[in-house]
């Protein structure tokens, strides 16, 4: 498997969200064929526990309330996988909306 994660970018939300981008997947089948896809609008997120990713999500309204619901889950391992590949690239000094990370990587290790 390999994660890419592209156009990275600070916001300034007044909220605890940091940081966006979109990570390029790849992952190989167990026929050997290699399937790409990219999930967008994923969030850095800086928690009680330290920053992590969140998947993309979408709002909606109930009784007045102004809710969210993930459009994807990610399993716990990739979770931390993703958290420490964009705290690694994460630049708090950068300007808002400015992309400047195209290039992090992270390649599952030869077995």
Not at 14 to 33: D, E, F, G, M, W
Not at 40 to 67: H, R, W
Not at 72 to 84: A, E, G, I, R
């Amino acid at each position: 498997m390999g994660i890419k994660v592209l156009d990275l970018r600070n916001v300034d939300w007044s909220n605890s969200v940091k940081a966006i981008c979109s990570l390029h997947i790849t992952v190989q089948t167990s026929n050997n064929q290699t399937v790409e896809f990219t999930v967008k609008d994923c969030k850095l997120i800086d928690g009680t526990n330290g920053m992590f990713v969140a998947s993309p999500s979408q709002s909606y309204e109930k009784d007045g309330v102004k809710k969210y619901k993930n459009i994807c889950d990610f399993p716990p391992v990739f979770q931390t996988m993703v958290s420490d590949l964009l705290a690694e690239q994460y630049e708090p000094e950068q300007e808002p909306n400015q992309i400047y990370s195209e290039k992090s990587e992270y390649k599952e290790r030869e077995k």
